[in-house]
């Protein structure tokens, strides 16, 4: 009897209750103007049977799923387990919550054999929305999607689409906040480690790097300019290369804390010391700066604001509200024991 009860359309439900399949759909949407004696004739026999709303019968009559996509743009979990995005996501995913949504994460498999289309995707499911967290290489599918009438929020990556935005942090200004630093304690001499050369985020900041050191007059040393990929093992190899050469910097900046913890061992192995020979900065304050040896100084990124104001401003979309075409958020330069003078 309850595999047959599972198996109810919304006509049966409805005929059951003596009233309309949109009468039905409208009480299981709570919208329109039902009588109070009708909701609750309807909600008896729902009761009674068991019967749960299939997920075309939910978005029968708003036109909306209450999902949203999560899309990682770039290689499959290339960056997924970098702690910054970690932070960022589980900020959206609470943030969504509370506005009503659940997620579906999208892998980077071909769909339904054909090409990689999430805009196909995004329809297949009904979706309401799109958050994509940027990666590397990205493809003609999220162009595409930003091109599109799907409501899209990016997260560090710029879209120009009418129905997009993206939020991310105000990149010139974090290595900025680094050269200043540096350049207020007589430290002129710095090195910078970067992520792959065709990031839009690390391309930001190493700009930013070259043109502070010139409006403070420091010279640029293009042999001290490294890429890497984010991640510990390339910051550590990218610092060899550079303390290989005749001269060494007094200080670094690495986009991001992993590669600084790569090079700070880098650093050791050649048998000096941070920050008495070498001051490092890294990017993104995570948990894992507080408790090294030395502690690493950073650029903390509010990863928290950047994720409510995605969910945010998605929702905003998804409600054809107004919203801003993109958001800068600040960051803060935490000075620990890896770069004190």
């Not at 690390?202 to 403070?216: A, T």
Request: net charge neutral; aromatic share 8%.
């Amino acid at each position: 009897m309850r595999e047959y009860i599972m198996k109810l359309t919304i006509r049966e439900i409805a005929k059951m209750a003596g009233v309309s399949p949109a009468t039905v759909s409208k009480v299981i949407n709570q919208t329109g103007r039902i009588s109070p004696k009708t909701i609750q004739k309807v909600k008896r026999v729902i009761e009674e049977t068991g019967y749960q709303p299939s997920f075309s019968a939910k978005t029968l009559t708003t036109k909306k799923s209450n999902m949203i996509g999560l899309i990682y743009a770039g290689e499959v979990n290339v960056e997924f387990n970098h702690p910054f995005f970690n932070h960022v996501i589980n900020s959206f995913k609470n943030t969504i919550g509370r506005l009503g949504y659940d997620i579906l994460v999208f892998s980077n498999q071909n769909f339904n054999m054909g090409t990689l289309d999430y805009v196909a995707r995004a329809r297949h499911y009904q979706l309401d929305g799109c958050l994509i967290i940027a990666g590397e290489q990205i493809g003609d599918s999220i162009i595409k999607l930003d091109e599109s009438n799907i409501p899209t929020v990016g997260v560090d990556l710029e879209l120009t689409g009418e129905k997009s935005t993206y939020v991310m942090s105000d990149n010139k200004k974090i290595s900025k906040h680094v050269v200043e630093y540096f350049y207020l304690h007589s430290i002129r001499k710095l090195a910078f480690l970067g992520g792959q050369k065709g990031s839009q985020v690390s391309n930001e900041r190493k700009d930013s790097f070259i043109q502070s050191m010139k409006d403070f007059g420091m010279n640029v040393n293009e042999e001290w300019i490294k890429y890497g990929n984010y991640f510990e093992e390339s910051g550590y190899e990218k610092m060899k290369e550079i303390l290989q050469g005749t001269h060494r910097p007094d200080g670094v900046f690495a986009v991001s804390d992993m590669m600084a913890l790569g090079a700070i061992r880098a650093i050791k192995e050649a048998g000096l010391s941070v920050p008495e020979d070498i001051k490092v900065v890294g990017c993104d304050d995570i948990e894992a700066c507080r408790y090294t040896d030395p502690t690493l100084a950073t650029v903390k990124q509010d990863q928290v604001k950047i994720g409510k104001l995605a969910a945010t401003m998605l929702h905003d979309l998804i409600n054809d509200n107004k919203v801003p075409k993109s958001l800068l958020v600040d960051s803060e330069l935490i000075i620990r024991d890896s770069c004190k003078v």
